[in-house]
């Protein structure tokens, strides 16, 4: 985005829904006066958008997703501030994508559209391989949501924490004091665009992350000052977190067997899923024997399509599908509690007792509440791509791991790092069944893989649990480091 570009001081452009124009508003003065101003990339959830401000939402409406990843980890970091309630002054999350232009909007569902091709589409994986290494600047979206990015933040003067990098770039062109997160342990290209600007500031995922943010800032001649590229692990939700100390680890046994409870999850734009029906094909007839051997949990997010597929292949086997799903159990309001809803403590006594489930919601904050009360504390395993947010969710919650396909080099590189510590494998798409029988018998210690990557799982260094608490108090650091005098 050209740094020429200086937004209205009044954002007149009509929007999709009149009443975004209030919400907008309100947004705007949030961040402006929020001790972490947070701006993502992630998705077009403006029904939830209008309930979180007392406005009339329609529950059912279906969300526009391009990434629950970019959602949910910039929410972890705001429950990190928040703590036990909601709390504008200490952060507050911004997409943009809620303040397209309907002139524009079509843009944003172009997006979508593609991307949902590529992602679930296997022949067409190098063609999404090449728009993640050549093209993310260049995606239509990008300039729809630049005029309402920019009027937004026009009055910030605050550290503006960013998780995704289109709206770092952008921002710090406008000369904004950006801290871009590198979620991932993987620095693109898009990361080092802007990376010699004095008023940007990186957080990295670990140690070899900023080593190769170094190495690759020297290879195209960039000088970037070190002290300026900070490790602070992943940004995981804090919720998801306080899984791992209560946590039971699964352990076989013959006089009392316990079914291995296991989640399959897709991601933003339903990736994986012929995989997860392999999988669900394989598994579902085990179902029916006594004992029960296993219990699912399928997390389709809010994509209808994977509901209709597993209903489909539950009544072949004739088994009863748990459907989760209920009117706006986030329920997020301002100042309001942090606390587990009433219906999903529901939920969890029919998880107990479902042979398979599934979490479904048109719309990503409801599908990610419902996902993080009850995914994150039940499962032993996840089976999912090796995604930065999912695999850190996964493991940090205390579950072993089973990846599938990757869909990127930074998956690639989660998926090693998990593996090397012990607490993830590759899933055998072709045998699953004869995997798990294998990772559940006991070796020569009398322990089996999972009980052993359960347990590893709470052994992990305190960079990987402590993701968000470094995150928010190195935005405070730099806040002290760069901000006028009356703000200190």
């Known amino acids: 985005m050209p740094s020429s570009l200086h937004p209205a001081k009044t954002y007149t452009l009509p929007l999709l829904d009149p009443l975004l124009q209030k919400t907008m508003q309100k947004d705007k003065r949030y961040l402006e006066t929020t001790r972490i101003p947070i701006i993502t990339v992630s998705a077009s959830y403006v029904e939830d958008l209008k309930g979180l401000h007392h406005l009339p939402e329609k529950d059912i409406a279906q969300d526009v997703v391009l990434s629950r990843a970019h959602y949910s980890m910039a ?8 703590q036990k309630k909601i709390d504008p002054s200490q952060a507050w999350i911004v997409d943009p994508t809620n303040y397209v232009t309907a002139k ?30 050549f093209g993310r600047n260049q995606l239509p979206i990008l300039s729809s949501i630049s005029a309402p990015l920019l009027y937004l933040t026009q009055d910030i003067v605050r550290p503006i924490l960013s998780m995704h990098i289109a709206s770092g770039n952008i921002l710090a062109a406008q000369g904004k004091t950006v801290v871009q997160m590198i979620t991932d342990p993987h620095v693109r290209a898009d990361y080092l665009n802007e990376a010699e600007r004095k ?16 190495e690759k800032a020297e290879l195209l001649n960039k000088k970037v000052d070190q002290n300026r590229v900070i490790v602070t692990g992943p940004p995981v939700d804090p919720r998801v977190v306080q899984n791992v100390q209560f946590k039971q680890v699964w352990q076989d046994s013959t006089d009392h067997p316990k079914p291995l409870r296991l989640c399959f999850t897709t991601g933003g734009l339903g990736t994986n899923k012929n995989e997860i029906k392999e999988l669900l094909k394989q598994l579902l007839p085990k179902l029916n024997k006594t004992p029960q051997s296993y219990q699912l949990l399928i997390y389709a997010g809010t994509h209808l399509d994977f509901v209709k597929m597993v209903r489909q292949l539950t009544d072949k086997h004739n088994l009863a599908l748990n459907q989760i799903t209920c009117h706006d159990p986030a329920s997020f309001g301002i100042r309001a509690k942090l ?6 403590q529901k939920f969890k006594k029919s998880l107990e007792k479902a042979p398979v489930s599934i979490i479904y919601h048109p719309q990503v904050v409801d599908a990610n509440e419902l996902l993080t009360h009850l995914a ?37 590189n989660i998926r090693q790092l ?35 990557a359960m347990s590893q799982t709470k052994q992990l260094e305190p960079l990987f649990y402590q993701g968000t608490k ?11 480091l760069n901000q006028p005098k009356q703000l200190k």
């Open 418 to 452: 998990f593996t090397n510590l012990g607490v993830a494998k590759q899933a055998e798409t072709d045998d699953i069944v004869e995997q798990l029988e294998q990772l559940k018998k006991t070796n020569s210690s009398g322990k089996s893989w999972i009980t052993q």
């Open 104 to 133: 524009d909007w079509s843009r944003v569902i172009f997006t979508e559209t593609v991307g949902k091709v590529l992602a679930r589409v296997s022949p067409l994986k190098k063609m999404k391989d090449l728009v993640d290494r």
């Open 75 to 82: 929410l972890a970091v705001a429950v990190q501030a928040w």
């Open 470 to 480: 470094n995150i928010v108090e190195n935005i405070e650091k730099i806040g002290l």
């Open 199 to 214: 008023n940007m500031f990186f957080l990295v995922f670990d140690q070899q992350t900023k080593t190769d943010f170094i």
């Open 376 to 412: 994150f504390p039940w499962a032993d395993g996840f089976i999912s791509k090796p995604s930065g947010d999912m695999a850190y969710d996964a493991v940090m919650s205390g579950s072993f791991l089973l990846t599938l396909q990757e869909w990127g080099e930074w998956e690639h």
């Open 339 to 344: 606390v587990t809803p009433a219906i999903i």
